[in-house]
T-cell receptor, first 112, second 114 residues
């Protein structure tokens, strides 16, 4: 059973489009995250939700909007996609105070 | 805020040799330091971690050391094997609202040459 699953794995879309990435975890964790990994492999946090509540919101354009319908799901919607949004987006989850993240396998977004 | 520097950016070793990757952090409040291994096309996977009340931790061929005074920590891999080839990330986690907001290093691409 996949612990943290993201869909889709690959996403190719044109500039200006709106797209969503979905994430689900079956670990019973109460915190979920979105990280962006750029072409140089640098990992940077975007958002974090704890029990459906937004607790970390880094300096991210407001075209990016996370949504957590329940603590097992955290989706990422991106409006008006730009070339610079091309990256790999990772979802992760953890237990408060428990330390380690469990990452999903990533969604490679390519904006053309 | 926290800043994590990681060196080297690339590291090539012969199979069987040891590899050492070093990280420094800036926020003395950081109290949790995980290391992640990322293989091609996959998400990062936790391989070992250490908390600030411990100086060293080992798990088979992998060890991590922490020097709180100097604010640096290192990953040591002994008897390297080709399957150890990957990108390795260190991270530091300052307590933030009760959750762990990781600040990652810039990664080290390790190549183990057979």
């Amino acid at each position: 059973d996949t612990a943290v699953s993201q869909t889709p794995k690959y996403l190719v879309t044109q500039m200006g489009n709106d797209k969503s990435i979905k994430c689900e975890q079956n670990l019973g964790h109460d915190t979920m995250y979105w990280y962006k990994q750029d072409s140089k492999k640098f990992l940077k946090i975007m958002f974090s939700y704890n029990n459906k509540e937004l607790i970390i919101n880094e300096t991210v354009p407001n075209r990016f909007s996370p949504k957590s319908p329940d603590k097992a799901h955290l989706n990422l919607h991106i409006n008006s996609l730009e070339l610079g949004d091309s990256a790999v987006y990772f979802c992760a989850s953890s237990q408060v105070g428990g330390g380690g993240y469990t990452f999903g396998s990533g969604t490679r977004l390519t904006v053309v | 805020g926290e800043n994590v520097e990681q060196h080297p950016s690339t590291l090539s070793v012969q199979e069987g040799d040891s590899a050492v990757i070093k990280c420094t952090y800036s926020d003395s409040a950081s109290n949790y330091f995980p290391w992640y291994k990322q293989e091609l096309g996959k998400g990062p996977q936790l391989i070992i971690d250490i908390r600030s009340n411990v100086g060293e931790k080992k798990d088979q061929r992998i060890a991590v050391t922490l020097n709180k005074t100097a604010k640096h920590f290192s990953l040591h891999i002994t008897e390297t094997q080709p399957e150890d080839s990957a990108v390795y990330f260190c991270a530091a986690a300052p307590p933030t609202s009760g959750t762990y907001k990781y600040i990652f290093g810039t990664g080290t691409r390790l190549k183990v040459l057979a």
